[in-house]
């Protein structure tokens, strides 16, 4: 029986193999086939020049944002001046669709365009797709305003064919020397905006005076809550709000700090914790509040753990709820700034003064972020550390952050404006 029961298996695994394998020669065919028409069209002569486009982008201007969403926050300040530099056109964004929803929000363009970066940099079908579809549109203006540039996105603005292209000299932080003086030539100009360690809001401020905004002068972008009541959790009181998460973790700071500086500051301000993150970052944050449970029996701090509960705009609104926000440096921390939310930014040296601390020529009603940090002779490494690190370890230049630096950051930003604010929140 035990023979009958393997040969069938053998039949029918051969029978599979038999029917998998046209197909395999199929889709192999149609990769090969896509890559030869990729490179004819986009990687040689730029065939795609040649490609009919309906004109009817003639008289708009396209904005090429794609990188992460603390970018694009730090850059709403000068986007405004998009808006007096070309009164007259229509102007379209292209976002990063993750956090389009909240480009969408925005008054300061009259389309977003949602661009999937990791499929883009990827899957050349879907590559092609878009870029024959903007090539169509027959755009007159494109501009891509990151100093920071990649070849996938610098091909994206080439293939648009249009009539002026405009971007920053940048640097080579996301981009190789070789590839950079390829797609520098895809440009037909190219701004030199600030010291490439100059911080983001003062490069954003420079191009958009390159681009003729003479009197612009560098702010903090201002976004609103929905004023909606809040319904992932019903605060009844003001709380303090920790955004351990990081985009790469060995620059996020211990979890074990996050669980103690948590129960200090409820020992301190008698204010509920809550945790925010995305869905990848629910364990780290579960993890948290075991910790915290765990390091002080007396503390019962009160937590609620909001991580992968919240939309963009939800987290919008739970940020602007909050009396403080403590974050690592990301996105969130940006976002605070653009709502007017107290923070506090624990900072490592790999971009060195490029995301913090804040620098600005006009400071009216801002509140920027406080920042607590560890200097180290290393700064400015671009997040290539030279100690041995693995993805579960912490660079030492955040690992050497210690909590009692961090709640003294606290303790003064609350100071600031103290009691009153967490009085009106209650």
Known sequence: ???????????????????????????????????????????????????????????????????????????????KAYRDLYPDKKIVLCANNVWAELANQQPWWDEVIEIDLKRLRIDKQYCLGLMLSLHWRGFGI???????????????????????RIGQEGDTNNITPVDKRLSDTWYTKLIKAGHPESMELVKN????????????????GHLRPSDRPLSVFKPEEPYILLS????????????????????????????????????????????IVKLMGTMDQQARTPVHNLAGQTTLTQLLDVIAGATLLVSNDSGNIHLAAALRVPSVCIVGGGHSARFMPYVVE?????????????????????????YEIDSNSVVPCVANIAVSMVSECCREVLTRAPRQQLESKK
């Open 1 to 79: 029986m035990s023979q009958d029961r393997s040969l069938a298996r053998r039949i029918v695994s051969k029978g599979w193999r038999l029917m998998i394998s046209p197909l395999s020669v199929i889709q192999n065919w149609y990769h090969d086939v896509l890559s030869a028409v990729f490179e004819l069209l986009l990687d040689g002569k730029w065939l795609i020049d040649y490609l009919p486009s309906s004109g009817s982008g003639l008289n708009t201007v396209v904005l090429v944002r794609l990188d992460l969403m603390g970018d694009f926050v730090l850059w709403l300040d000068s986007a």
């Open 142 to 164: 494109v501009i891509q305003p990151t100093f920071s540039r990649e070849l996938a996105v610098d091909r994206l603005v080439r293939a648009t064919g249009a009539q002026q």
């Open 205 to 220: 401020a420079d191009f958009v005076r390159g681009l003729g905004a003479k009197d612009f002068r560098s702010g903090v």
């Open 244 to 287: 351990p998460g990081a985009s790469w973790l060995p620059k996020a700071w211990p979890a074990e700090n996050f669980a103690q500086l948590a129960n200090e500051l409820f020992l301190q301000y008698a204010t509920p914790i809550v945790l925010c993150g995305s869905p990848a970052e629910r364990a780290l944050c579960e993890n």
């Open 362 to 386: 006009n400071d009216e009603g801002c509140v920027l972020p406080a920042v607590a940090l560890y200097r180290m002779e290393c700064f400015g490494c671009h997040w290539r550390c030279k």
